[in-house]
């Protein structure tokens, strides 16, 4: 028996788990003090009433034998597939159909999987920092990765990569750093997978959190994308689904290579590793689409980004570079003087009491760095802009 020695390559623990522990033993420490967490982008408003109706009727559903359903269609059921085709593509002028959804637990478990259908041998290029999945999951497998870095002097938008990458990940709005990209530069990207034979998974997570006019929510806005692009979407940050988990993937027609169909590998694969996320959830995000929905979700979106602005606002009084916040849920700050973004990690934790995210964990062009979540309750970040005021 041999182990997958890649994993080795890994470093010791995901960035998150490191921080909870941290988190944990600090509190085991100083069981008096109460920690603020904006850390970990995870929602705290609950469940909007549109969502809550939607989920608990489709519960009693799954009691009556009438109404009761068992395994979901592979590629996620058909009233959610449209709406999606519908809302989030249609609407949008970007030409997606619904057997080009493929419905999922969540944007994590699709951005983690999709690598699967990929050689080992693709050269596969992140930002740096980046979200620690694309990086982790492509070292797990063995591939070779190559950084685009991201600094304040490219405004965190990455070049494009100066060798031939066979895939590429983009995420905007960007976690961590929370900015976004032009369509003019993601259009670029568009064009040099095109040239290169290359395939982007672009990560649109954050897309509900966009506020200036102009910017893509889509790569599908860009000409040409079908043909290079697989998108990724999640329910947890616009619509609160961190705990229920949801998300899709969109794989068009049109993407193939080496004469095979992405669409088709990806169809293989879902069905034969996932049997669907639960009936009652997806009808959970069926009804972020309803009206109703749409409304409440949109005003959560906008509570929180009164977050961000309260954190970028507070922040810069205090003397803080502040990035981010704009049209993202997470402020990407440098942090004072010479300090490590670990230390500086320690330092909020010990003596104010308050977590958030070493920009180290990103990558190393995150050192110097750190993010804050404007995912918050709006009492406990107003508290813990204050504390930061007294430090
Ligand atoms: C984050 O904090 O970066 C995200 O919440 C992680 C995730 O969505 O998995």
């Known amino acids: 028996m041999k182990i997958n020695k890649d994993y080795l390559n890994l470093s010791e623990n995901y960035l998150f788990s490191e921080i909870a522990s941290r988190v944990k033993k600090y509190s085991a420490e100083h069981p008096d003090k109460e920690i603020i967490r904006l850390g970990i982008g995870d929602v705290t408003k609950p469940l909007a009433t549109p969502i809550m109706d939607a989920l608990e009727k489709a519960v009693f559903e799954m009691g009556k034998k009438e109404t009761f359903r068992g395994y979901a269609p592979d590629r996620g059921y058909e009233f959610l597939r449209n709406a999606i085709a519908d809302v989030d593509y249609r609407k949008r002028g970007c030409e997606i159909s619904p057997d080009e959804i493929f419905v999922s637990d969540g944007a994590k478990s ?219 849920p997470y402020i990407w700050l440098k942090v004072p003087g010479e300090m490590g973004s670990w230390e500086f990690f320690d330092l909020l934790l010990n003596k104010a009491n308050v977590v958030g995210t070493p920009g180290e964990g990103f990558g190393k062009c995150g050192e110097g760095y750190f993010r804050l979540t404007a995912f918050g309750d709006k009492n406990d970040t107003i508290r813990a802009m204050q504390r930061l005021k007294e430090l």
């Open 110 to 328: 699709d951005c983690g999987n999709i690598q699967e259908i990929f050689d080992k041998d693709n050269v596969v290029a992140v930002t740096d920092p980046v979200y620690p999945v694309y990086a982790d999951t492509n070292v797990m497998a063995g591939r070779k990765i190559v950084y685009m870095p991201c600094t304040k002097d490219n405004g965190f938008v990455p070049e494009l990569p100066a060798e031939k990458v066979d895939i590429l990940y983009l995420c905007f709005p960007n976690n961590p750093t929370g900015a976004v990209i032009t369509k003019e530069n993601l259009q670029k990207f568009v064009d040099y997978a095109r040239k290169n034979d290359s395939v982007i998974i672009y990560d649109a997570a954050y897309e509900a959190y966009i506020t200036e006019p102009g910017i893509p929510h889509s790569i599908y806005e860009c000409e040409g994308a079908r043909e290079v692009a697989i998108e990724l979407h999640s329910f947890s940050k616009n619509a609160g689904f961190t705990g229920l988990r949801l998300g899709y993937a969109v794989v068009p027609k049109a993407l193939v290579k080496e004469g095979v169909s992405l669409n088709a590998l990806w169809a293989r694969r879902h069905a034969t590793k996932y049997n669907g996320a639960p009936y009652i959830v997806q009808r959970a995000g069926e009804a972020v689409y309803s009206m109703e929905g749409m409304k409440a979700v949109q005003k959560q979106v906008q509570e929180y980004m009164e977050n961000a602005t309260l954190i970028r606002n507070a922040l810069t009084d205090m003397g803080y570079e502040v990035y981010g916040g704009v049209n993202a």
